[in-house]
């Protein structure tokens, strides 16, 4: 797995940063000169491109005090604004993610063993795994 640059767009190849449009031209100039050893950077593409399909770009503007800015800044130690922002929010997704869960009750996947978390404590309850689609019935 390469390292991906969400934020603009470009994928890691050889040491070097490559969007989308780059990569297609290179697949192209190794087709057009007869060169078909490109499987490296096709695989690259798709990479690229599933990652970015799996993304969305969120595109947000606001104000904080200077006196916020600062702790943002002391807590992400990065030069890049938007580097702080992304790792504060991410952060906080992981951390409200796992406090969902929180006092949930679990049960474990028959087939795989993958923990389910019970939705309710309403019985019975019928859950899907979300590793294996497992349905698993629940009656107490």
Not at 26 to 35: A, C, F, L, P, R
């Amino acid at each position: 797995m390469r390292k991906i640059r969400l934020e603009d767009a470009k994928i890691e190849y050889n040491g070097e940063w490559f969007s989308v449009d780059d990569l297609k031209n290179m697949v192209q100039e190794k087709m057009h000169s007869g060169d078909m050893k490109f499987a490296d950077l096709a695989d690259t593409l798709e990479e690229l491109n599933n990652a970015l399909e799996k993304s969305h770009t969120l595109e947000t503007h606001f104000v904080i005090s200077n006196q916020d800015y600062g702790k943002l800044k002391s807590l992400c130690k990065s030069e890049d604004d938007n580097i702080c922002v992304r790792r504060a929010i991410m952060a906080y997704i992981g951390k409200a993610a796992s406090e969902d869960q929180k006092g949930k009750a679990t049960v474990k996947c028959s087939k795989c063993k993958e923990p389910i978390v019970i939705p309710s404590s309403e019985r019975p309850i019928v859950v899907k795994c979300p590793k294996c689609g497992t349905n698993c019935r629940l009656t107490l």
